[in-house]
């Protein structure tokens, strides 16, 4: 698994855990609804600005969102 798909895997598994929709969470970072979900589906590479930002706004740490988990492999 490319690490863009496991970063948007993880952007989407967290975001649910939250319980937040693509929407809110697209505002929230300021980015179009559709590049985030290109995120999410792994089809978008974000800049290190934009990945602090999501995490930022998932209230999380960004090194989360790159980590490997046992359903990624």
């Given at each position: 698994m490319r690490?863009?798909?496991?970063?948007?895997a993880n952007v989407r598994r967290v975001r649910?855990?939250?319980?937040?929709t693509l929407e809110s969470l697209?505002?929230?970072?300021?980015?179009a609804y559709s590049y985030m979900g290109g995120i999410e589906r792994g089809q978008?590479?974000?800049s290190l600005d934009v990945a602090e930002r999501i995490a930022k706004a998932l209230e999380c740490d960004p090194?989360?969102?790159l980590r490997v988990t046992a359903t990624d492999k």
């Amino acid at each position: 698994m490319r690490l863009a798909e496991i970063f948007g895997a993880n952007v989407r598994r967290v975001r649910l855990k939250r319980g937040m929709t693509l929407e809110s969470l697209a505002t929230e970072v300021g980015l179009a609804y559709s590049y985030m979900g290109g995120i999410e589906r792994g089809q978008k590479n974000p800049s290190l600005d934009v990945a602090e930002r999501i995490a930022k706004a998932l209230e999380c740490d960004p090194v989360t969102l790159l980590r490997v988990t046992a359903t990624d492999k």
